[in-house]
């Protein structure tokens, strides 16, 4: 008997970007995870919202959440709804998410530290190109292999761990993907890097403009409002 050359998996694909996507989003990730027997979820959130929603629907599964965002004090200027506070800002939604054992990592994404004020400048560096390529797969696909790479770095995933990883384009999540764990001096390395081994749920579009356009981008921005300064 011919030995089986592999499995047909379903990746789900979103009509558009946005937050409209984020409880699909972790119900397919939490399937996947819990069919691959996966321990660990990585969850890319900024204000807290999307990972309080993680975090009520991985009670009872035995999935550890592990929660990734931006240095403390940071926000990001000229959005839509303002200058939009991130690095998880509000000590409520910080502590609740303690409370429910969530693991938190804030810090600087590694795509984007040293050569920022390069990238602010116009000069593109070579992670300017990496999260470019990462990019057409969705903008949240970036975001999942920063978040995962920054946890490796924290101690909360050893290197050569599968986990699955969650994140979004702007806010909310509408991505998810089954990846191997590495630390961020590995991005580029031969035997230890980055895999991107399962692509769950992406939009199918992964372009959007600024959350303005509700045609490629959709969801509620209301509950983030009061993240804004």
Not at 23 to 31: D, G, N, P
Not at 97 to 125: K, M, S, Y
Request: proline share 3%.
């Amino acid at each position: 008997m011919r030995k089986c050359l592999g499995e047909m998996k379903n990746t789900f694909y979103f009509n558009t970007c946005g937050q409209v996507n984020t409880e699909k989003t972790l119900q397919l990730a939490i399937q996947r995870a819990r069919k691959l027997k996966i321990k660990k979820l990585v969850v890319a959130s900024e204000t807290g919202l999307s990972a309080l929603k993680a975090a009520e629907m991985l009670q009872k599964t035995g999935i550890d959440l592990i929660v990734v965002t931006s240095a403390a004090g940071n926000a990001i200027k000229n959005t839509a709804m303002g200058n939009l506070k991130i690095g998880i800002a509000d000590k409520r939604i910080y502590e609740k998410l303690v409370q429910n054992d969530a693991q938190i990592v804030r810090g600087t994404d590694p795509l984007h530290n040293i050569g920022a004020a390069l990238e602010c400048r116009g000069i593109p560096t070579i992670a300017t190109l990496a999260r470019i390529c990462l990019g057409m797969i969705s903008s949240g696909t970036s975001v999942c292999v920063t978040a995962t790479m920054m946890a490796t770095d924290n101690g909360l995933l050893k290197e050569g761990e599968e986990t699955v990883a969650v994140a979004g384009s702007w806010v909310g999540l509408d991505t998810a993907i089954v990846i191997r764990a590495a630390n961020s001096v590995n991005f580029l390395a031969n035997n230890a890097s980055i895999e991107i081994r399962e692509v769950i749920c992406k939009p199918r579009k992964p372009t959007h403009s600024w959350p303005v356009n509700q045609k490629d981008w959709v969801g509620n921005l209301e509950p983030y409002k009061k993240f804004t300064q």
